[in-house]
């Protein structure tokens, strides 16, 4: 996908960070769609379909954590990437934003270069997975991993991408142990930093749409799918 067509979100209450922000997201080709709060977000996000949604936490009206969980109940933006992006860098603040639904987290201020290579390693996640390796069931559950969407027992469920990523991770070998910082490799990468709860978060929201009996924990090591 060529940079003119990858539609960015960018929602602060602040319209200096909107113009400086925008207008170096512009600069690079990306076409940039802005709203001022957390509601506007959520209907141009219905509308725009972007990406990339670049969220700010603290805004009037609805806040980005309640807005990201609005916007990760549209199936439309099963695929768009979602990060926060607020100066509030504290753990408790990430992991309620992870909860939410969020795939990383931007911390301001940020320099316009480094939020550019940001934003290409968020967008590199977009690309398509090898089409032989697209479907894969195991047991009860189906992933499609081209259209992420998963399936239990023929139920459609909607997954976060985190989410998605994480059991598409476990459920390729089924039994084995994966190890905390090979999921954090494999599902984040390296150019991402996140807190020791991360996985624990989502492997907790997992358990809550897939089943509990599903993810067993290796105390001290990690996790592994049970199918």
């Known amino acids: ?25 512009s600069s690079e080709g990306y076409q940039v769609i802005t709203a001022e709060n957390g509601l506007e977000a959520v209907k141009k996000a219905k509308v725009e379909k972007p990406q990339l949604i670049i969220l700010d936490v603290m805004m009037p009206e609805m806040d980005g954590i309640e807005a990201c969980e609005q916007m990760r109940k549209i199936p439309e933006l099963g695929e768009s990437i979602i990060t926060f992006f607020t100066a509030r860098g504290e753990d408790y603040s990430q992991v309620a934003g992870f909860e939410a639904g969020a795939d990383d987290y931007i911390t301001k201020p940020i320099k316009p270069k480094v939020l550019i290579s940001k934003v290409k390693a968020l967008l590199r996640r977009l690309k398509e997975e090898n089409a032989t390796e697209n479907v894969m069931k195991v047991g009860n559950l189906t992933i499609n991993r081209e259209e992420y969407k998963i399936s239990v027992k023929g139920e459609e469920i909607v997954l976060p991408r985190k989410e998605f990523e994480l059991l598409s991770l476990l459920a390729t070998k089924p039994g084995k142990v994966f190890k905390r910082e090979e999921i954090l490799d494999k599902v984040w990468g390296n150019e991402v930093v996140v807190g020791g709860r991360t996985i624990d978060v989502h492997i907790r929201k997992l358990r809550e749409k897939i089943g509990d009996d599903s993810f067993k924990t290796v105390k001290g090591v990690g996790y592994k799918f049970v199918d």
């Open 1 to 25: 996908m060529k940079k003119k067509d990858i539609k960015i979100l960018l929602v602060d209450d602040e319209p200096d960070i909107l113009e400086i922000v925008g207008y170096n997201l």
